[in-house]
């Protein structure tokens, strides 16, 4: 399987400045030129103002959305792209194209957007708008090294909206200490004005607008710049971005010696040897909560891979996962932890029901050493790798990002050799331009020995799973490991059904879901080495469609999934890619429903907060004819005891509609095919 791109019409018009300026200064000041760049549907129009400083504003349906926002970067040596900068034309024109995605919630993304590049000396500043947002980039030009001191993204907005906030989690008096974190929070949910000054905001971050509307602010094709941060310094309703600073001194610390501490950092965020473009800066908006669940505005800006590049070997799919359930097995005779019978036993299930992989995380190789070639004494990896291949089980290995990064060439080429499908690498904790680089490194050195990674303790996706095929999850997500530790003032619940509008904009997450002891409100408390989730049982399956994540962990136990035949055949048939997605219904914060189709099959999931909820679901998606569906729904008592759920089966209803109900906390699955004989 090779990239390919499918090409629609592309028109540029490319048009003199003085036939695209109009002037808007008073008398004796200097001219202010203002762009207008509309939305394919019209809905959309930004507005840039290009003078001594470029602002730009935006307006969804003829309302301001984005007040004048000042944008601009500063350079080492005095020069400052967009401000003073010498405008010398501009380009327009538009873009109808399709991407044929890759191990993706669809197989074909569509890419239609209308396009204004201003050209100034030294520098481009490039808009798009599609008609589910706007994106700006800068692109240096210059010929010769330089570094950024700053960048200025201002997000102005017209009034005190509300906002789901993603604060960085833990944080001290020094501010500078919140650019070491795992990205993972709930949301506050504020006003703009609320905000607490103390803290930044890692995104995607959603701002409400009036009349319903939704906007959400991330970025794309971030692979050689430190990530944006949000801040609100002053109570007011302008946000603007904050960039970690280039690191000056890492050393050896954190989690089990496998992390890179920053010390020292420079005084400038990036540098470079020549010219370059810097990552996309994103407005998505959707006058609907549920095309948020949709969007593709990430995978769309994220450069393509390498179209000579096949990524066939890729394989998605779903990892029996031992670290949640803390290595708990039972009815078995052997004693369980890290150690061949332990893993011979996971590798069996996982053939026994179509997993297609195992993971061996943390606690394989010697603990300490920051060294992945020194695998703990007793356990023979060599051997497991050749069982699981006889088996047709793939192999996946946790690993310390400072480990990784430490010794990566030898790392990939020895283990690749030994069999071992790709890396789980954790533990960076950071988004500098350094830690970024990682990523891109990791990715493409994995991809030379034919390794999937997936990156754990990390930020949300910015589009390398588009240009490396390979990067097959992300975290950067509150998941399912925080109810081993999490108290109940953790709602999880709520979280569940806040996500999938917020963090799963930017991509796939590795939430890590499949939990079989599930408690409801009041029953739930923090048990690690037997933990359990909050709300139902049909909640965890309903995961399994919602949650975009092309490589699923099933994080509990075998033997527990083993006297759960009925939800084992779902979370065991259920695919992790998708050729179609529908974003069904959905409000943020409350509920969700989505459907996925896979060949001819459908599968549809649904999930809803704490409050019980009766909703009606619209499967007109369906093509013409007659439909079998296995439903898993809430049982009678699923408010009390949360395991309690009914499976049957039944047609699609004619009227292609049925409602559902949820008990609090709750989910509904399905999973509809073709009825046999049907034509």
């Known amino acids: 399987m090779k990239l390919r791109l499918l090409t629609g019409a592309l028109h540029v018009a490319v048009l003199m400045s003085f036939l695209s300026v109009l002037p808007l200064s008073a008398a004796g000041s200097r001219d202010v030129r203002k762009f207008v760049l509309d939305s394919p549907d019209g809905r959309l129009k930004a507005e840039i103002n290009v003078g001594d400083k470029v602002f730009w504003t935006v307006g969804y349906d003829g309302e301001t959305i984005l007040d004048d926002s000042y944008i601009s970067m500063t350079l080492s040596d005095g020069t400052v792209y967009g401000e003073g900068s010498g405008f010398l034309k501009s380009v327009s024109g538009s873009e109808d194209s399709d991407i044929e995605a890759?191990?993706?919630?669809?197989?074909?993304?569509?890419?239609?957007?209308?396009?204004?590049t201003l050209k100034f000396k030294g520098f481009d500043l490039m808009f798009r708008a599609y008609d589910d947002g706007v994106a700006y980039r800068f692109v240096s030009k210059s010929r010769k090294p330089f570094k950024v001191l700053s960048e200025r993204a201002e997000f102005a907005f017209p009034d005190d909206w509300n906002a789901y906030i993603p604060y960085v989690r833990?944080?001290?008096?020094?501010?500078?200490?919140?650019?070491?974190?795992?990205?993972?929070?709930?949301?506050?949910?504020?006003?703009?004005?609320?905000?607490?000054?103390?803290?930044?905001?890692?995104?995607?971050?959603?701002?409400?607008?009036?009349?319903?509307?939704?906007?959400?602010?991330?970025?794309?094709?971030?692979?050689?710049?430190?990530g944006m941060y949000l801040h609100n310094a002053d109570g007011s309703s302008v946000l603007k971005g904050v960039f970690a600073g280039y690191p000056d001194e890492i050393v050896?610390?954190?989690?089990?010696?496998?992390?890179?501490v920053v010390k020292t950092r420079k005084e400038y965020i990036a540098r470079y040897e020549k010219g370059t473009s810097f990552p996309w800066r994103i407005l998505i908006v959707a006058d609907e909560d549920r095309k948020l669940a949709d969007s593709d505005m990430v995978y769309r800006l994220a450069a393509p891979a390498d179209p000579d590049a096949d990524y066939s070997?890729?394989?998605?799919?779903?990892?029996?996962?031992?670290?949640?359930?803390?290595?708990?097995?039972?009815?078995?005779?052997?004693?369980?932890?890290?150690?061949?019978?332990?893993?011979?036993?996971?590798?069996?299930?996982?053939?026994?029901?179509?997993?297609?992989?195992v993971i061996l995380d943390e606690g394989w190789s010697v603990k300490g050493k920051a060294d992945l070639l020194q695998v703990i004494p007793g356990l023979d990896l060599q051997a497991l790798a050749d069982y699981a291949a006889g088996k047709n089980v793939g192999l996946i290995l946790w690993a310390g990002y400072y480990a990784f990064d430490k010794d990566m060439e030898e790392v990939c080429r020895h283990y690749s050799?030994?069999?071992?499908?790709?890396?789980?690498?954790?533990?960076?904790?950071?988004?500098?331009?350094?830690?970024?680089?990682f990523h891109r490194r990791a990715a493409e050195t994995a991809a030379r020995y034919g390794l999937m990674v997936?990156?754990?303790?990390?930020?949300?996706?910015?589009?390398?799973?588009?240009?490396?095929?390979?990067?097959?999850?992300?975290?950067?997500?509150?998941?399912?490991?925080?109810?081993?530790?999490?108290?109940?003032?953790?709602?999880?619940?709520?979280?569940?059904?806040?996500?999938?509008?917020?963090?799963?904009?930017?991509?796939?997450?590795?939430?890590?879901?499949?939990?079989?002891?599930?408690?409801?409100?009041?029953?739930?408390?923090?048990?690690?080495?037997?933990?359990?989730?909050q709300g139902t049982r049909c909640r965890q399956l309903a995961e399994y469609v919602v949650f975009e994540s092309p490589l699923t962990m099933m994080c509990d136990s075998p033997s527990n999934y083993m006297r759960e035949q009925e939800c084992m055949e779902f979370i065991s048939a259920i695919p992790t890619v998708w050729d179609e997605t529908v974003a069904m219904d959905g409000r943020i914060a409350e509920y969700i429903a989505m459907a996925r189709r896979s060949g001819d099959e459908w599968?549809?999931?649904?999930?809803?907060?704490?409050?019980?909820?009766?909703?009606?679901?619209?499967?007109?998606?369906?093509?013409?004819?007659?439909?079998?569906?296995?439903?898993?729904?809430?049982?009678?008592?699923?408010d009390k005891a949360a395991r309690?759920?009914?499976?049957?089966?039944?047609?699609?209803?004619?009227?292609?509609?049925?409602?559902?109900?949820?008990?609090?906390?709750?989910?509904f699955a399905a999973r509809i095919s073709p009825t046999a004989g049907s034509k």
């Not at 803290?199 to 050689?224: H, Y």
């Not at 309690?644 to 009227?655: A, I, K, L, N, R």
């Open 102 to 116: 890759l191990f993706y919630k669809k197989d074909i993304v569509t890419d239609r957007y209308n396009f204004l």
């Open 170 to 226: 833990d944080f001290t008096d020094d501010f500078g200490s919140q650019f070491f974190n795992s990205f993972e929070n709930t949301y506050a949910h504020t006003r703009l004005s609320g905000w607490d000054a103390r803290r930044l905001a890692f995104l995607p971050i959603v701002i409400e607008a009036p009349e319903g509307k939704k906007i959400c602010i991330t970025e794309s094709d971030l692979v050689d710049y430190p």
């Open 252 to 260: 050896q610390g954190g989690h089990n010696m496998l992390q890179g």
């Open 313 to 357: 070997w890729v394989r998605p799919g779903k990892v029996a996962w031992e670290w949640w359930n803390d290595w708990n097995l039972y009815d078995v005779s052997f004693k369980t932890g890290i150690n061949n019978e332990t893993y011979e036993y996971y590798i069996d299930f996982a053939a026994d029901h179509g997993i297609e992989y």
């Open 417 to 437: 050799d030994m069999g071992i499908k790709g890396f789980k690498i954790d533990f960076m904790d950071r988004d500098d331009q350094a830690a970024v680089d």
């Open 454 to 533: 997936d990156f754990h303790g990390t930020y949300k996706p910015v589009g390398l799973n588009r240009t490396y095929p390979n990067v097959i999850n992300y975290e950067g997500v509150h998941g399912l490991e925080q109810m081993k530790w999490s108290g109940p003032e953790t709602d999880q619940v709520t979280y569940d059904v806040t996500v999938p509008f917020i963090r799963m904009v930017a991509g796939p997450l590795d939430y890590t879901q499949g939990a079989m002891r599930n408690a409801s409100k009041g029953n739930y408390r923090p048990v690690n080495s037997e933990p359990m989730s």
């Open 603 to 638: 599968y549809v999931g649904a999930m809803t907060d704490w409050t019980a909820r009766d909703i009606t679901l619209d499967l007109s998606f369906l093509p013409e004819g007659d439909y079998t569906m296995t439903v898993y729904k809430d049982g009678a008592n699923a």
């Open 644 to 667: 309690d759920y009914v499976m049957e089966s039944m047609p699609v209803p004619q009227s292609r509609s049925m409602t559902v109900h949820m008990a609090p906390g709750g989910g």
